[in-house]
Nanobody, 119 residues
Framework: QLVESGGGLAQPGGSLRLSCAVS????????VGWFRQAPGKEREGVSC???????FTHPSVKGRFTISYDNAKNTVNLQMNSLKPEDTAVYYC???????????????WGQGVQVTVSS
């Protein structure tokens, strides 16, 4: 099971870091990603990293969010900079098989963490 940590409240323009504890490499999954769901909206893929080194980042966060794998801590991290109010959502970590980085993936999901961007 994947376990998220981090999140919380940030001001617009601020930063937050999310971490997802995963199994040791090689993972039990083809890829691990971060997804988010805002109230009244569908879940969407934010950024994903595959075991063979492929990355996906949603255009709305490109240049602001960075996904990385820390092999010493076995965590997949999402560094979020220049946060905007529209980034407010529940953020989930998930491991999944070969598929696009989409909110519709089937996989193993964490419990989610709240990220709120507000002044």
């Amino acid at each position: 099971q994947l376990v998220e940590s981090g999140g919380g409240l940030a001001q617009p323009g601020g930063s937050l870091r999310l971490s997802c504890a995963v199994s040791e490499f090689p993972w039990d999954y083809y890829a691990v990603g971060w997804f988010r769901q805002a109230p009244g909206k569908e879940r969407e893929g934010v950024s994903c990293i595959s075991a063979d080194g492929n990355f996906f980042t949603h255009p709305s966060v490109k240049g602001r969010f960075t996904i990385s794998y820390d092999n010493a801590k076995n965590t997949v991290n999402l560094q979020m900079n220049s946060l905007k109010p529209e980034d407010t959502a529940v953020y989930y970590c998930a491991g999944y098989g070969s598929a696009p980085c989409s909110g519709r993936i089937r996989g193993s999901w964490g419990q989610g963490v709240q990220v709120t961007v507000s002044s």
